[in-house]
T-cell receptor
């Protein structure tokens, strides 16, 4: 069975400083991994997706994530935070074969301080 | 192209009342999903459908029923609402093939059960 653990429920950064949102996963098979973002009172939007191609995945709005099999991690990073990045971020896992529905982490709330 | 829409946006029910949440998508997606989102819990899958006329149980199906009579619509029913079903409900859809494909989310329905 798949599972994800988002290591921080809340992260606060200053505008212009780097962002790191941490995610560890567990999967019996080669995983597909996603990061979704949810802005206040909105639905979720895909940031990026890893599906066994390049281990460094680039997404929208300057975000990227690196798949590290040895560490079972898929951390989300951004070099410089913007006020508009303040949102809830979800790490999501499924198996590579697509036989199981997506499993969501509990979310990390990112606050950006001016 | 409206994407995924949900009706209603907000609803208050009394314990024991019934209601139906409607999800509609205009992207010709085969797969559709219903999730609930509770504070600190992330998104949990209630039911999903891999095609017209088919449904399957997710992680938390008890107390809910679904129907997919038309490809573009996915209905979520609560036969006898309980306070534990107070939540934000999200519908999503994805392209055919794998349940691990990118999902497109609606804006959500806030449900309060008194």
């Amino acid at each position: 069975a798949q599972s994800v653990t988002q290591l921080d429920s809340h992260v606060s950064v200053s505008e212009g400083t780097p962002v790191l949102l941490r995610c560890n996963y567990s999967s019996s098979y080669s995983p597909s991994l996603f990061w979704y973002v949810q802005h206040p009172n909105k639905g979720l939007q895909l940031l990026l997706k890893y599906t066994s191609a390049a281990t460094l995945v680039k997404g929208i709005n300057g975000f990227e994530a690196e798949f590290k099999k040895s560490e079972t991690s898929f951390h989300l990073t951004k070099p410089s935070a913007h006020m508009s990045d303040a949102a809830e971020y979800f790490c999501v896992v499924s198996d590579e074969l697509g036989n199981t529905p997506l499993v969501f982490g509990k979310g990390t709330r990112l606050s950006v301080i001016a | 192209n409206a994407g995924v829409t949900q009706t209603p946006k907000f609803r208050v029910l009394k314990t024991g009342q019934s209601m139906t949440l409607l999800c509609a998508q205009d992207m010709n997606h085969e797969y559709m999903y219903w999730y609930r989102q509770d504070p600190g819990m992330g998104l949990r899958l209630i039911h999903y459908s891999v095609g017209e006329g088919t449904t399957a149980k997710g992680e938390v199906p008890d107390g809910y029923n679904v129907s997919r009579l038309k490809k573009q619509n996915f209905l979520l029913g609560l036969e006898s609402a309980a306070p534990s079903q107070t939540s934000v409900y999200f519908c999503a859809s994805s392209y055919p093939g794998l349940v691990s494909e990118t999902q497109y989310f609606g804006p959500g329905t806030r449900l309060l059960v008194l």
